[in-house]
């Protein structure tokens, strides 16, 4: 049996991966790689919060900043029960990636708290919250490291951040952290910007298979904020939502489920197993209920993975049926589960192209904060559909020059430009050429 300690150890492992195959096909330099292999720093604190019945908790978190030498560092924080350390530094690097392959000036960090969300109250939550920021406020800022919202956490979370922020600096400083509310300073478009990102995706895979969307099965693992917003997008397009599940479990139906009452009953009774299988709606509509791993074997045209890394490894990726899988989680598939995949010639849009259209927005919104000039929601659409489909593209085509598959390709792609990066600051190559001139 692995230790908690070995499996840490592999998530980031497994990460930087991808890493070594990627390097060797792209420009960038050695000792840019060799830098890229260590996050530039690591933070743990210890949040005590007094809880509600008077008694005292003491919460771990973690923020990690894995690059910046393109920009600030960017990315998200979570509240769950299994962060842990090595995750935490996977989903940094993963954003260094992210925010190089959609070319916004941004290195990569995130952020996380080890606490399962769902059982603190309101002001618990609220409590923790700004503890956490008041614990990580010398790490972070608006030119150093610009947090958002992650796995169980949202706008509401993020304004409390960025108020307690302000606060400690005696400055409203709306630019500390995106994914606001609109009221606080967020930007229109920023709540579906994932799900839209990886909606531009697909609708480029549609052109270029020339996919008509009624004969297109659909299924979405995870229905959060991005799984809710891409089924809507996709479902207003007349694709067939055929499986949808979240952490308790799913549903299955070939003939297809109308999202919006899904995501209406979802949210009401906060899981999708109950919305279709309890009570007389389960009778009215017939669907069965299928278990999270059997969603993703599951016959079906297009396979998007939108909930926890780790979900398509050695063990199952022989057995999935789906041609196409767009990636919106973080790390859904593990390296060994990817070479399973590619052996397979399934095309995988990876998760740092597909679900790149929340920091992306989060970009806008940190403009827009800085400029103090905020713009219309379709420019904010428009902006969005010009990156997505311009580097989906880039990648796309560069997977076909080089005959290799588009993860890989999109790792290509991010490091040329991390490394042209780092590069411009000098490597041995140049300074050695500069002593011996
Ligand atoms: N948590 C999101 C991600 O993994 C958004 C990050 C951000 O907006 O900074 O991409």
Redesign the pocket.
Known sequence: MPTSEDSQHDLFQDAITRLTTAAALSEIEDEAVQRLRHPKAILEVSIPIRMDDGTLRVFTGYRVRHDDTRGPT???IRYHPDVNLSEVKA?AF??TC?CAVVGIPYGGA?GGVIVNPKELSPLELERLSRGFIDQIADFIGPETD?????VYTNARIMGWMMDEFSKLRRQRTPAVI??KPVSLGGSLGRDDA?GRGAYFCIKELERLRKWQPREIRVAIQGFGNAGQHVAQLLHNDGYRIVAVSDSRGGVYRPEGFDIASLIQAKNETRQVKAVYCDGSVCEAVKADTISNEDLLELDVDLLIPAAMENQITADNAANIKAPVIVEIA?GPTTSDGDAVLVAKNTLVVPDILA??G??T??YFEWVQNKAGYYWPLEEVHTKLHAIMVREFNAIYELMLKKSIDMRTAAYVHALNRIGEAIEAQGTSRYFSNEIAK
């Open positions: 960017k990315g998200g989903l993963w954003m992210k995130k610009v947090p958002a919202p992650d995106t994914g994932t973080n679900n790149a929340g920091v927005v989060s």
